[in-house]
């Protein structure tokens, strides 16, 4: 009789071992589906969740997450197609708007050659006003579908000072019929940048031209030797809501000038795609644009050139 209590103790002793293993294989099970979610989550990958653990409960919630997984991957390539297709369809027909629009222009041009009444070249103006603004708004999304499709920048060492003063070279014409004197800070780094030369010139092109159309009339450019492009302007016209959807796609903060909203948003992009940031803040009545290149800053080669 005394026996017993020792035998009852010891079958409790072992059905409490029993619990605890079979409590961490559950666990280890519960961390490999985790683990193995997350990787599949992560990556577009065919490969479905496979548990070594052969725990039956276990092993049925593996066989559910992996039929939500099927629904994903079949959801996520229906919108990859449709994304690719109506990207495809932007580019093509604001392509095939760009060509009657030059044809129309050229007519406007001929008409006015020709002797018109006040009226009739009023009127023509107008027209002309119009077309030139559509077709610069087509230009513009055909730009955004352009830069809008999957491609990878071409990457090469650029002197950021010296394509930031090309652009502003560019500019200098414009921002003289405004009286606008930009005033210029620039530093010299003394490293390359690995840009794309093509779209770090679209992006300081679509900064300066968003400048240049709601600058209350100056503009103060600067350039640190880190890489990073400030650009400060007056802008009574803004608010610190406006100046966080500036790179909104679409969004424009004057509905009456003749601008897509995509300026911005294109720049910020290909800005992003080459490593940097562009930011935007408006404090005391002045917007500051900040473009930062110096994630993509080349390291300094060695004095000794080794």
Request: charged fraction near 25%; charge should be positive; glycine fraction near 6%.
């Amino acid at each position: 009789m005394e026996c017993l209590p020792l035998v009852a103790v010891g079958g409790l002793l072992f059905v409490i071992l029993l619990l605890c293993l079979k409590i961490h294989r559950m666990r280890a099970d519960a961390r490999q589906i985790a683990q193995a979610l997350q990787d599949r989550l992560a990556a577009d990958t065919n490969t479905l969740i496979d548990l070594s653990g052969r725990d039956r409960y276990m092993r049925r919630l593996a066989t559910a997450l992996n039929g939500q997984l099927r629904l994903l991957r079949s959801e996520r390539q229906r919108y990859q197609n449709g994304d690719r297709q109506l990207k495809e369809a932007v580019t093509n027909i604001s392509h095939d708007l760009r060509t009657p629009l030059t044809a129309i222009c050229g007519y406007l041009e001929l008409t006015k050659l020709q002797a018109l009444p006040p009226d009739a070249r009023r009127y023509l103006d107008q027209i002309e006003n119009r077309a030139a603004a559509m077709k610069a708004l087509t230009e513009e999304l055909f730009r955004y579908s352009l830069a809008a499709s999957e491609h990878k920048p071409d990457l090469c060492p650029v002197d950021l000072r010296r394509a930031l003063e090309d652009s502003l070279l560019a500019f200098y014409g414009a921002f003289a019929q405004r009286g606008i004197e930009p005033a210029l800070t620039l530093a010299d780094p003394k490293e390359r940048f690995l840009l794309d030369s093509a779209a770090l010139g679209r992006v300081l092109e679509n900064i300066l031209s968003n400048a240049l159309k709601y600058s209350a009339g100056d503009l103060r450019v600067s350039l640190d030797e880190a890489g990073r492009i400030a650009f400060v302007n007056r802008a009574p016209g803004l608010n610190a809501v406006a100046a966080g959807k500036l790179f909104d796609r679409y969004y424009t903060v004057d509905t009456g000038r003749s601008s897509t909203g995509l300026g911005l948003a294109i720049a910020r992009q290909l800005t992003e795609e080459m490593g940097g940031t562009l930011t935007a803040e408006y404090t005391g009545g002045c917007l500051k644009v900040l473009a930062d290149f110096s994630p993509a800053k080349l390291p300094a080669a060695p004095a000794d050139g080794r």
